[in-house]
């Protein structure tokens, strides 16, 4: 028996060493965004597709598809993949091309482990150029474009028109969004008397995000350096101290809905228990379905906006997907490979548009098949007012979060609001020292 094993496993070495050689330039393309491979693991029809996770498996199925002389290896991590891309760095074993939030890039640009992507874009004749501002300060870190910007996100006024004509805030068809702080809580106001329910629906438990979008957009609103330099923060400030004083009125007359998580503050909206829900653009898509069910509280009330201008300058704070590279020896037609990868996605940034995210391409925005998709021509100012943050400013996610506590605690008046934001500076600052 042994000795059959042994010529068996002979004649398979055998033939395994007949077999050719695959000598085609193999790119590792790592995303987030989930897996969805039992529904869209074979399909290549993008016109079909649904979701981020949908639209992005039949794209790069698509790209495979027509580009056969390049192997494609398909690393699918969990959201948002970071610990996984750091521990491949560290090996030495890092993918070719990863999906990164436009907020993380900082924090591997100034590392020097990503790498400026001039060369490939030019080699993918995608002109950085053709870029939307918002996208092309997403990518764009001390004068480098660390990445292909793939859209730009941010957060809207997700808004119940049944609510607000029964509240008398709309006008020819569209809602009346307010201009000063002080419309903002007289609208509120009339909105919860005639209603009788809470003008904003929001998640402030567990959820920091929120509050530091509102503080960030109103600042950058009205022109205030909120990073002075790559190691401070400022929120010790008049201007920072009226905007969360707004937020806390808000809470305090119960304006705005109270000890919600996202889920809860979810369910709220699309069972007409509010007026506005304060949420991404990625929400953009699932409550455009839920508005086109007949029986639900939003069927044929949904519209959506940009936060509205409260202070100085329409700035609403924005952040966005790219393509990034990360630092390696690679071939030059490994190279190539990837920038006709770049080349093909760029062509299909329509489609990506879909998920409720705007375009990066400039292009893309003008198209009458753009402008068709619900609430497009509602949201599409953002890709020129969204403002990033500066691009020398790292660890955004952690200071976010830290920045958050202290803002929740403020908004329910468990703190002082003089003493969260005094807080708040103190703990980014030793946050930024603890890196020096």
């Known amino acids: 028996m ?28 790592q995303r987030f965004f ?32 027509e580009n056969p002389d390049v192997r494609v290896k398909l690393n699918v991590v969990a959201w948002p993949g970071y610990p996984q891309l750091a521990a491949q760095i560290a090996a030495g074993d890092p993918p070719d091309l990863v999906t990164m939030h436009q907020s993380v890039i900082s924090d591997y640009s100034g590392r020097g482990l990503i790498e400026p992507v001039e060369p490939l874009l030019a080699q993918a004749k995608i002109d950085p150029a053709s870029f939307t501002p918002a996208a092309r300060a997403g990518v764009e ?21 049944q609510l607000m004509a029964e509240a008398g805030l709309m006008r020819g068809g569209k809602p009346v969004l307010p201009n000063s702080p002080q419309e903002l809580l007289a609208q509120a106001r009339q909105f919860k008397a005639k209603t009788g329910k809470p003008y904003l629906i929001q998640a402030q ?22 990073y002075p330099d790559a190691r401070h923060i400022r929120l010790d400030t008049p201007e920072a ?27 709220a909206f699309t069972q007409g228990r509010g007026g506005i829900f304060p949420v991404g653009t990625w929400m953009l898509g699932p409550y455009d379905a839920e508005a086109a069910k007949p029986g639900s509280a939003l069927h044929g009330h949904y519209a959506v906006a940009p936060f509205p201008r ?20 690679r071939s030059p037609a490994e190279r190539a490979a990837m920038a006709r990868f770049l080349a093909f996605l760029a062509k299909h940034n329509y489609d990506w548009s879909r998920t409720g995210q705007l375009p990066a391409f400039a292009g893309v925005l003008a198209t009458r098949e ?22 020398y400013v790292e660890r955004q996610g952690a200071v976010q979060g830290l920045i958050g506590e202290e803002l929740e605690a403020a908004i329910t008046g468990t703190k002082p609001i003089d003493a969260a934001l005094r807080d708040a500076e103190r703990r980014v600052n030793r946050l930024y020292a603890q890196m020096m």
């Open 2 to 29: 042994r000795w059959e094993r042994a010529l068996a496993f002979g004649f398979a070495g055998l033939l395994a060493g007949c077999a050719p050689a695959d000598d085609r330039p193999e790119i590792v393309v």
């Open 34 to 65: 989930g897996e969805c491979g039992a529904v869209y693991g074979a399909s290549t029809d993008v016109a079909k597709a649904d979701t981020e996770c949908g639209i992005l498996t039949t794209l790069i199925n698509r790209f495979e598809a």
């Open 141 to 161: 870190k001390e004068g480098r474009l660390y990445g292909m910007p793939w859209d730009t996100i941010g957060r809207l006024f997700h808004i119940n028109t």
């Open 205 to 226: 438990v567990s959820a920091p995000d929120f509050n530091v979008a509102f503080l960030y957009t109103y600042l950058l609103a009205q022109g205030k350096p909120i």
């Open 241 to 267: 101290r009226t905007v969360v004083g707004l937020m806390r009125q808000l809470n305090v007359e119960g304006l705005t809905t109270r000890d919600q998580d996202f889920p809860a503050a979810t369910a």
């Open 310 to 329: 409260l202070w100085g300058t329409a700035a609403p704070f924005v952040d966005g997907h790219a393509w990034v590279v990360p630092a390696a020896e």
């Open 370 to 391: 753009f402008r068709a998709l619900p609430h497009r021509e509602d949201i599409a100012a953002l890709a020129r007012t969204g403002q990033q943050l500066p691009g």
